[in-house]
C-alpha cells in the first residue's frame, strides 16, 4: 500500500518526534522491524488470485444437488407400517366389526 506524499510526511514527522522523545522506544521498534521485515500481501506479479465464477457456480449447483439426493433418500425411504394402520383392508375389517358404534 502506498502512501500519498501528504501522508508519507506526515509518517516521517511522526517517526522523528518518536526518535527525539523516547529514543529506547524508537531503537526497540526499529530491531522488530529488522527482525520481522514486511512482507507483500500479493503474490508476485502485483494481483491477488481470484475465484472463477464458473467455479463458484458449479461448487454450489453439486452442494444444491448433494443436499437434493438426501433429502430424496430420507423422504423416499419409508418404512411399511404395521397391517391396519395405514387405512388398508385391515383396517377395515377391524371397523366394520363395531359397526359404527362407539368404543368405550
Known amino acids: 500500500m502506498s502512501y500519498s506524499t501528504d501522508d508519507q510526511r506526515i509518517l516521517e514527522a511522526i517517526e522523528r518526534r518518536l526518535t527525539h522523545d523516547d529514543p529506547a522506544l524508537a531503537t526497540r521498534i526499529d530491531a522488530l522491524n529488522k527482525q520481522f521485515p514486511h ?16 467455479v463458484v457456480t ?17 423422504l423416499g425411504s419409508h418404512s411399511t407400517p404395521p ?10 375389517s377391524y371397523l366394520s366389526a363395531y359397526d359404527g358404534r362407539a368404543l368405550l
Open 39 to 54: 512482507v507483500p500481501r500479493t503474490p508476485e506479479g502485483g494481483r491477488t488470485r481470484r475465484r472463477s465464477p464458473r
Open 83 to 92: 397391517a391396519g394402520v395405514d387405512g388398508g383392508p385391515a383396517a377395515l
Open 58 to 74: 458449479a461448487a454450489v449447483l453439486a452442494v444444491i444437488a448433494l443436499l437434493a439426493l438426501i433429502l430424496t433418500v430420507m
